[in-house]
């Protein structure tokens, strides 16, 4: 299940605590983002966040462009539109130090397909 997340609480908590929250939404945005493309096997955020610190954020990059492919797949799923070329963007963001514009991206598309809270 996707949770729905309010973005800019978000950011301001990961500002708050000085990026230890953002830690904490990336790996579940890793985790949602593999829940709503339907690839429950696929690497997890702690994994994928130790292999970004591993690989001198290599990894993450590498992550981040296929976060697009995911999210395209995903949104495919449930006839929702896609944008072929947000991996891309999501890798630009990252490489210029603005990966939580990215997160914050991520996150607006996985609110979208999220379940309703009753």
């Known amino acids: 299940?996707?949770?729905?997340r309010n973005?800019?609480?978000?950011v301001i908590l990961s500002i708050i605590t000085c990026g230890i929250y953002g830690i904490y939404w990336f790996i579940c945005i890793v985790?949602?983002?593999?829940?709503?493309?339907?690839?429950?096997n696929d690497t997890s955020g702690g994994i994928v966040f130790l292999l970004g610190i591993v690989t001198c954020s290599i990894y993450t990059l590498?992550?981040?462009?296929?976060?697009?492919?995911?999210?395209?797949l995903a949104q495919q799923k449930r006839?929702?539109?896609?944008?072929?070329?947000?991996?891309i963007l999501y890798l630009i963001?990252?490489?210029?130090g603005?990966?939580?514009?990215a997160y914050c991206l991520i996150q607006s598309e996985l609110n979208k397909m999220a379940t309703p809270r009753v």
């Not at 299940?1 to 729905?4: F, K, L, S, V």
């Not at 973005?7 to 978000?10: L, Q, Y």
């Not at 590498?62 to 395209?72: E, S, T, V």
């Not at 963001?93 to 210029?96: A, D, E, K, N, S």
């Open 98 to 101: 603005l990966g939580i514009v």
């Open 7 to 10: 973005i800019v609480t978000c």
């Open 31 to 40: 985790n949602d983002l593999n829940v709503a493309a339907d690839t429950p």
């Open 1 to 4: 299940m996707i949770q729905e």
């Open 79 to 87: 006839g929702l539109p896609s944008d072929s070329n947000s991996g």
């Open 93 to 96: 963001l990252t490489i210029f």
């Open 62 to 72: 590498y992550w981040m462009y296929k976060a697009g492919q995911k999210l395209q």
